[in-house]
Every structure is written in structure tokens, then in C-alpha cells.
């Protein structure tokens, strides 16, 4: 069976503080796929980033960075220096090879305070 | 147009109510998701087309909910019968091709069931 795990269900940051959301999955798939999706008040799901399975690099796009390691299963994600327009609630998911659902986690609502 | 379009973005139904929920996809894109938030969770899948052709409905949760897309591009979900656990937010999402990339989400449309 696939999983997501987000532990965190809340954070709260100062402006300026450096934030890491975790995300643990399983899955038996030996080729898969795993995205962040960020979930402002508006309700839509902006897409982040999309990793697969043999791309164990770490990305860094601006003030944010994805940290993948297959040995723990995880695939943790960075804002540096947050601000304010950060704050929503972030969905790390998980999608199999060949397959379309994707499985997310409960999302981590994070808060930062100006 | 630029995104996936969903209507209404709010709804309220009475318990037995039948609603019928529209999705926009991005023009062009074969794949179309259905997925349901219910409050403080991640989305969970319903149901997925290629093109017109529903191939996964497996996560519909009772006969009374349907969804279609028969032209391949706008799609309806329609919930009979409407019952309180129906009330969530349900997202639809597109993607370009049939596996493995990342889908576009909507904004949803909040249904609530008095």
C-alpha cells in the first residue's frame, strides 16, 4: 500500500526564520513519482515540484529546496528566510509509475508571523 | 483558459438534494481528476478520464455519485441524493498526458449539506 505521512499539522515562524516541512511515504514501487503542493486560503493546489525516484539531487528553487533521500523515505522541504505570503497549508503527495492517483498526505498548515 | 475552472465555488444543499459539480480543465489536456478534501485532510482520489473514457472510478464512495466528460474536455460530478458526510471541497484537476505528470488543480467547490 502507498502512504504519506506529514506529522506536522501546524508551524508556526517568524518572518525570516528558515522552516522544513517533513514528508515520510511508502510505497513498494520501485519507480514513483512525489510532488509538493502548496494550498493558499484560496483553495487551489499550486504545484511545487515533482521528483522521481532516480533524481536523489536536491532541487533548490529560489528560497525553496527539496531535500530527497530514498534510504529514509523521505522528502523534506525547505523555506528559507519565510515570509508572510508563505503561509498555507503544503501537501506532500505521492504517485506511482504508470499510475495517475496521487496519494496525499494531511498537509501541514504553516503560519508566518510578520 | 489559463486554468482549471471549476463552478460553483460554493454550494449548499439541502439533505437529498441532487447537485451537479463543473470542471474546466486546461484546454488540450487528455487526463481529468476528481479528488475530495474533506476539512483539515488531504484530498483523496475519486475518479480519473482519459479524454472521455472514465477509466478508475474506484474511489467514487456510493453508487450516488457519478461523474462524465463526454465530449473530453468539461466534466460534471453529480451527487445524488445528497447526504452531511458529502460535505467537502472537491477538486478537479488536469494534466497534459495520461501518466506520470503533474496535474493542475482548480480552486474546488466547497459543498455543504445542511
Known amino acids: 500500500a502507498q502512504k504519506v505521512t506529514q506529522a506536522q499539522t501546524e508551524i508556526s515562524v517568524v518572518e525570516k526564520e528558515d522552516v522544513t516541512l517533513d514528508c515520510v511515504y511508502e510505497t513498494r514501487d520501485t519507480t514513483y513519482y512525489l510532488f509538493w503542493y502548496k494550498q493558499p486560503p484560496s483553495g487551489e493546489l499550486v504545484f511545487l515540484i515533482r521528483?522521481?525516484?532516480?533524481?536523489?539531487q536536491n532541487e533548490i528553487s529560489g528560497r525553496y529546496s527539496w531535500n530527497f533521500q530514498k534510504s529514509t523515505s523521505s522528502f523534506n522541504f525547505t523555506i528559507t528566510a519565510s515570509q508572510v505570503v508563505d503561509s498555507a497549508v503544503y501537501f506532500c503527495?505521492?504517485?506511482?509509475?504508470?499510475?495517475?492517483?496521487?496519494?496525499f498526505g494531511t498537509g501541514t498548515r504553516l503560519k508566518v508571523l510578520a | 483558459g489559463a486554468g482549471v475552472s471549476q463552478s460553483p465555488r460554493y454550494k449548499v444543499a439541502k439533505r437529498g438534494q441532487d447537485v451537479a459539480l463543473r470542471c474546466d480543465p486546461i484546454?488540450?489536456?487528455?487526463?481529468l481528476f476528481w479528488y475530495q478534501q474533506a476539512l483539515g485532510q488531504g484530498p483523496e482520489f475519486l475518479t480519473y478520464f482519459q479524454n472521455e473514457a472514465q477509466l478508475d472510478k474506484s474511489g467514487l464512495p456510493s453508487d450516488r455519485f457519478f461523474a462524465e466528460r463526454p465530449e473530453g474536455s468539461v466534466s460534471t460530478l453529480k451527487i445524488q441524493r445528497t447526504q452531511q458526510e458529502d460535505s467537502a471541497v472537491y477538486l478537479c484537476a488536469s494534466s497534459p498526458g495520461w501518466r506520470d505528470g503533474e496535474a493542475f488543480f482548480g480552486q474546488g467547490t466547497r459543498l455543504t449539506v445542511v
Open positions: 521528483r522521481n525516484s532516480f533524481d536523489e
Open positions: 484546454s488540450g489536456h487528455v487526463s
Open positions: 503527495a505521492l504517485s506511482g509509475s504508470g499510475t495517475y492517483k496521487y496519494i
